[in-house]
């Protein structure tokens, strides 16, 4: 058993949103020898989404096809147009600070207007709330804002404590995304320390590869898995229809 959840089949393309589409991702997966995939768009292409797809995928292969979304949280908005659909799971991101699209192509520079420790302060600060929406099962990548390499003074780990204190009591799984290898910063996210914390806490852990390509898909996963038994994890979260189980690692 094997899943990755954060896979982006209509890449940063969109729609049509169709079984010819996301077929070549799940050939990877199968490949890689995943058991189970789920695709997470980026919400903006929420309207293009066919929902038939994923059953339909499902009857084509062994592997369990999931249907979730990459939702861009920001303080104050609504999520109305999430109800309604057949999610398996939704994960939450964030992406932006004050308005900044921090993680866009050309947006490097912008880190020199912040103190360091500060932007991370606020930044755990908005997956905190995130979470505390209760509608995301999944928060994504947690220290995202590490992907240029900026580090605060101050310990990432006692910064994302508060987020983390949160995860634990509503029991919501932390994303452990593999793309930040391929980002500048060459790590997964979220950083060791903070995994380690999320295990004391006893916060449930995906394994995700963020794919925006089929060859993306799984990648990296052997050394995100590691890391984790490294650390004392023993089992991952699969989702269902937005109930949480279980798989080994
Ligand atoms: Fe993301």
Redesign the pocket.
Known sequence: MAADYHVHGLGHDGPAHTVERLWPYVEVARARGLTEIGFAEHEWYLEGLDFSVFPRLEEKTKLKVRAGL?VDFRPGRDFKELEGKPWDYLIG?V?EVHGWAFDKPGEEEGFGNWDIDELYRLYFGLAAQAAATGIFQVI??LD?IKLYGHRPRRPAVELAEPALQLMARLGIVLEVNTSGLYRPVREIYPSRDILERAFQLNIPVIITS?AHVPEEVGRARETARQILYQIGYRQLATFHKGHMGTEPL
């Open positions: 990459e991101s992406h994504g990548h995202l963020d």
